[in-house]
């Protein structure tokens, strides 16, 4: 693969996942009014923990993958004009999954607690999703955060590991983990806009599908041999 993106230097890639884990850190702390709220650190270490791993990995093995992926824009050259608007959208959503909890659980109390092996459950259910990322990241060199066509990075399709399985295999983990994130901080009232961004992945799971379809050669050949997008037998 010819590699057209940036690479990154290991000082910046630590400096970049210290601010981006302080920020998430801040997202899910600050509206709950605390520093004291185990469930939400058990949180910021699971995802600390996988960043740790997979950022170094893909330092040493495809910098310019870990360069595509650190972009935090979700406007970006080349990308499909409904992906910005659906980017934007979700940008917008995701912050709401991380604040609301807060707000929700720590500060006004609004929703019922939840039982602890729910929320303890969530927690559990985040190391194999993280895990599938992993594998998925790992087999995908073309991995971006928004959907284009990598032709001067000769962007191929891949149909090993999970993609012989469905065809779009980290829009499942992500689903999964926009859920168990409420549910392991133990808000209710924050699966609403996790409900309202697993609704966005779906168009656009159907809609880069149809993009690919077009202009990726050799996806709708792919798409025949691996039939489903997101689940096996279903869709």
């Known amino acids: ?3 057209t993106r940036p690479a990154i230097t290991g000082t910046k890639l630590w400096l970049s996942l210290a ?3 302080g920020s998430f850190a801040l997202a899910l702390l600050w509206p709950s009014g605390t520093w004291w709220w185990p469930e939400a650190w058990a949180v910021i ?9 997979m950022f170094p990995f893909l330092l040493r093995h495809d910098p310019a993958l870990l360069a595509e992926r650190m972009k935090a824009s979700p406007i970006q050259k ?3 004009t409904w992906d910005k608007v659906l980017s934007v959208l979700m940008f917008a959503v995701g912050i709401l999954v991380y604040i609301v909890p807060g707000f929700d659980v720590m500060l006004f109390g609004w929703s019922e607690p939840l039982p602890v092996w729910v929320e303890v459950s969530a927690m559990v259910l985040h190391v194999p999703c993280l895990l599938f990322l992993a594998w998925v990241t790992r087999e995908n060199p073309h991995l971006s955060r928004v959907v284009k066509i990598d032709t001067a990075g000769g962007h191929r399709v891949i149909t090993t590991g999970p993609y012989a399985l469905v065809r779009h295999p980290m829009y499942v983990a992500v689903i999964i983990l926009v859920f168990a994130v409420p549910v392991a901080l133990g808000s209710r009232y924050a699966l609403i806009p996790a409900a309202m961004m697993v609704a966005i992945l779906l ?3 159907a809609l880069e599908d149809r993009t690919l379809h077009a202009e ?4 709708p050949a792919y798409a025949k041999k691996t039939r489903f997008r997101l ?5």
Not at 45 to 53: P, R
């Open 78 to 80: 080349g990308q499909k």
């Open 216 to 219: 990726l050669p050799g996806y």
């Open 19 to 21: 601010l981006r884990m």
């Open 231 to 235: 689940i096996p037998g279903i869709w």
């Open 45 to 53: 270490a699971i995802w600390s923990a996988y960043a740790a791993m």
């Open 203 to 205: 168009v656009r799971t």
């Open 1 to 3: 693969m010819t590699q």
